[in-house]
């Protein structure tokens, strides 16, 4: 997996966004488009050996990203049955991602995610964040990236199917 630096991963421009203090743990404002959601969902589901699914742990209308035989070994725990990330219905357009918690504590401090609400109540531990939607293409370049990583971290291939590396460079 590759780490991201501190060129790779810039800041998130502005405040973020409000959120839900428990579950479920969602986004309320800042909502990502539509159309940026759509393209950010395709393209986890694009990465090679990913199924669509309900989710395990999520609400009513997320999409589920599974990993059902890692192309790799993982490098951390599988938390949700080969559930590794979900992206939540159009009114929300956050994600929570299962991350090392290397990882997220850099798209914490970038502005771009949060732990989930669980995490603090010691429920589940520091690999899981709300990755917050894009707001325009360049946040999803971010995004794209971030989610790159959750997939690598849980055993996805290195590459896409182009050759081109996955993950943040």
Same mark, same amino acid.
């Given at each position: 997996?590759?780490?991201?630096?501190?060129?790779?991963?810039?800041? !998130?421009?502005?405040?973020?966004?409000?959120?839900?203090?428990?579950?479920?743990?969602?986004? +309320?404002?800042?909502?990502?488009?539509?159309? /940026?959601?759509? *393209?950010?969902? %395709?393209?986890?589901?694009? #990465?090679? $050996?990913?199924?669509?699914?309900?989710? *395990?742990?999520?609400?009513? $209308?997320?999409?589920?990203?599974?990993?059902?035989?890692? #192309?790799?070994?993982?490098?951390?725990?599988? +938390?949700?049955?080969?559930?590794?990330?979900?992206?939540?219905?159009?009114?929300?357009?956050?994600?929570? +991602?299962?991350?090392?918690?290397?990882?997220?504590?850099?798209?914490?401090?970038?502005?771009?995610?949060?732990?989930?609400? #669980?995490?603090?109540?010691?429920?589940?531990?520091?690999?899981?964040?709300? /990755?917050?939607?894009? *707001? %325009?293409?360049?946040?999803?370049?971010?995004?794209?990236?971030?989610?790159?990583?959750?997939?690598?971290?849980?055993?996805?291939?290195?590459?896409?199917?182009? $050759? !081109?590396?996955?993950?943040?460079?």
């Amino acid at each position: 997996m590759t780490t991201p630096d501190q060129t790779a991963l810039q800041v !998130r421009a502005g405040s973020p966004p409000a959120t839900t203090p428990t579950n479920p743990h969602t986004q +309320l404002d800042q909502i990502a488009p539509v159309h /940026l959601q759509d *393209r950010l969902r %395709d393209h986890a589901l694009s #990465l090679p $050996g990913v199924r669509r699914g309900i989710s *395990r742990v999520s609400v009513p $209308g997320a999409v589920a990203f599974y990993l059902d035989e890692p #192309l790799n070994p993982p490098t951390m725990p599988d +938390l949700f049955g080969g559930e590794w990330g979900h992206i939540h219905p159009p009114s929300d357009g956050s994600l929570h +991602l299962n991350v090392p918690t290397e990882l997220a504590e850099r798209l914490i401090q970038a502005g771009w995610a949060e732990y989930h609400s #669980l995490v603090g109540r010691g429920h589940i531990p520091p690999l899981v964040v709300m /990755l917050y939607g894009p *707001r %325009d293409e360049a946040e999803l370049t971010v995004c794209a990236s971030a989610v790159e990583e959750a997939y690598l971290a849980n055993g996805g291939a290195r590459h896409d199917p182009t $050759g !081109r590396a996955l993950g943040f460079s």
